[in-house]
């Protein structure tokens, strides 16, 4: 899935309007994407549009209490997973890295 920033939003300094976002997954319903400086946040999916509706054929999708999503590819739908992201832990990292860049590499 890939979209773009509706507007420009001064709560979202780190993401640009013209530029396209490759969804890496979706987190009670926010849009986990790499943000201009390459770091995978959550935002709300109201603020975008979407360009390009197709989402990886892997991705594992479960809904909430209240109807939220959550999808993301096996790799990655680890509990805790992005929590060992950002604490810095190699192997989260470097399975993330791995995931997205061939998750890329398809999408070419």
């Given amino acids: ?5 509706k507007e420009r939003n001064n709560d979202y300094t780190d993401l640009s309007p013209d530029q396209s976002y490759f969804v890496v997954g979706i987190e009670a319903n926010d849009y986990r ?6 770091k995978p946040y959550l935002y709300p999916s109201n603020i975008f549009q ?3 509706s197709n989402e990886p054929d ?3 999708t479960e809904f909430g209490e209240e109807g939220e999503r959550y999808s993301y590819s ?3 739908n680890e509990v805790g997973f992005f929590e060992d992201y950002f604490d810095g832990k190699e192997g989260a990292i470097s ?3 791995h995931n997205v860049n061939q998750k890329l590499s398809n999408a070419a």
Wanted: net charge negative; aromatic share 18%.
């Fill in 58 to 60: 892997d991705w594992i």
């Fill in 33 to 38: 994407i790499l943000n201009d400086y390459g």
């Fill in 74 to 76: 096996p790799d990655l």
């Fill in 1 to 5: 899935m890939i979209v773009k920033l």
């Fill in 95 to 97: 399975k993330f890295w």
């Fill in 50 to 52: 979407v360009v390009n």
